[in-house]
């Protein structure tokens, strides 16, 4: 099992749709959690941190749920330039030691269309 | 640009050959990071650095592969004797060991075709 799963789609959505990634995690020490953003052969980039208490930023709103070992981003009135791979990643405190490395999930495509 | 840079941006070589790759991470960083992407994957983790002290490897990185910082600064990846499952795009990134968000910032990659 990977330690971090998601579905890969494609979404393929139109412009101001609403769309959710989920995303679920298999270590319970996983100690931070972030989704990045990955355009077509372009490096990842931070979308935002993710915290138990929920965070929004502007149309983008992130959930974590420790208990269920689930992370979800939820974007608002979808945007052309909102296609990108979209990256789970979760940071894992393994033995009360964290280097900050990120284990990233598959991604997941998103396509949005006019 | 004073952002991680890499170099070179694309190499390609022949099975059993050896490669070089370079680091340029944010000038204050302390941690830096190499990651293998390939095709339809999320990026995965070789090797950390922190300053110049190689702190934690991947069972990925194989004998063939080794990583280096020798002033803290820049680094380099090489892989030796490369072969056909070598070809991804090989990412580093940097961070800032004590920043509150953990944010890693990443160079455009290397991506390696082996024939």
């Known amino acids: 099992r990977k330690e971090v799963e998601q579905d890969p789609g494609p979404f393929n959505v139109p412009e101001g749709a609403t769309v959710a990634f989920n995303c679920t995690y298999s270590n319970s020490a996983s100690q931070s959690f972030f989704w990045y953003r990955q355009d077509c052969r372009k490096e990842p980039k931070l979308l935002m941190s993710v915290y138990s208490s929920g965070n929004e930023d502007g149309r983008f709103t992130a959930q974590l749920n420790r208990a269920s070992q689930y992370i979800s981003l939820l974007i608002r009135d979808s945007k052309l330039s909102d296609s990108a791979t979209y990256l789970c990643?979760?940071?894992?405190?393994?033995?009360?030691?964290?280097?900050?490395?990120?284990?990233f999930g598959q991604g997941t495509i998103l396509t949005v269309h006019p | 640009d004073t952002g991680v840079s890499q170099n070179p941006r694309h190499k390609i070589t022949k099975r059993g050959q050896n490669v070089t790759f370079r680091c340029d991470p944010i000038s204050e960083h302390n941690r830096l990071y190499w990651y293998r992407q390939t095709l339809g994957q999320g990026p995965e983790f070789l090797t950390y650095?922190?300053?110049?002290?190689?702190?934690?490897k991947s069972r990925l990185l194989s004998d063939r592969f080794s990583a280096e910082r020798p002033k803290g600064s820049f680094s380099t990846l090489e892989i030796q004797r490369t072969e056909q499952g070598d070809s991804a795009m090989y990412l580093c990134a940097s961070s800032l060991m004590y920043s509150s968000y953990n944010e890693q910032f990443f160079g455009p990659g290397t991506r390696l075709t082996v024939l």
């Open positions: 990643v979760v940071i894992h405190n393994a033995g009360g030691t964290s280097y900050g490395k990120l284990t």
């Open positions: 650095f922190q300053n110049e002290a190689q702190l934690e």
